[in-house]
């Protein structure tokens, strides 16, 4: 009778503690496999101590290009089980996308991903129909990115970012942006 009673006083305890609030969940801490490891530090050619992971979670990709298609690759459809992930390196953070044992891995700033959103919206497309052809690291001759734009005040300040190329429906469009990618400025577009 007495486990019963101590029972039913934790479990109104419980009840009162949780009620009107939302519960939470609380992010699983994923290790990853050593091949995975090994991959990213020889991709991005640093050591695994410089680089600060901020999110890792485990996923299944719908197709070999683990959502992130470069402009002239064929994506076969299958589950890729895998990871994706958040790091920081040298105050610039990538997206990692990564099978289960390294081999296949993806590793793009979060600035393309911005450009990708902003190419998406701007044509009214879904983001997995812009593909991307190329990314260079540039430093920016000021604030602005290098492109004059009406009633902006531009800070004559080296700023480093990212060309970014990429491709809708076979046109080719020219992204400007900073190392996070919340400025992100259309330079040109080609056909």
Do not use: H
Not at 20 to 41: A, M, R, Y
Not at 49 to 59: G, P, R, S
Not at 94 to 106: I, K, T
């Amino acid at each position: 009778m007495r486990k019963l009673v101590i029972s039913l006083l934790l479990l109104a305890l419980a009840l009162t503690a949780c009620n009107g609030q939302e519960s939470t969940p609380q992010p699983i801490k994923v290790e990853l496999p050593v091949g995975v490891l090994d991959s990213l530090t020889r991709n991005l050619k640093v050591e695994s101590d410089q680089i600060e992971f901020n999110k890792i979670t485990q996923l299944d990709y719908s197709n070999t290009c683990m959502g992130l298609p470069s402009v002239d690759e064929q994506c076969a459809e299958m589950i890729i089980k895998g990871y994706q992930g958040i790091i920081s390196l040298e105050g610039t953070q990538y997206e990692f996308r990564s099978d289960q044992s390294g081999e296949r891995m993806r590793i793009v700033p979060l600035a393309l991903k911005q450009a990708q959103t902003v190419l998406a919206n701007r044509l009214n497309v879904n983001p997995e129909f812009v593909r991307w052809v190329s990314i260079e690291k540039v430093d920016w001759p000021d604030s602005c990115l290098g492109i004059e734009q009406p009633g902006i005040n531009c800070n004559m300040v080296i700023t480093p970012g990212f060309r970014i190329l990429l491709e809708a429906g076979g046109t080719i469009f020219v992204f400007r942006t900073d190392l996070s990618g919340k400025q992100t400025v259309l330079e040109m577009v080609s056909d």
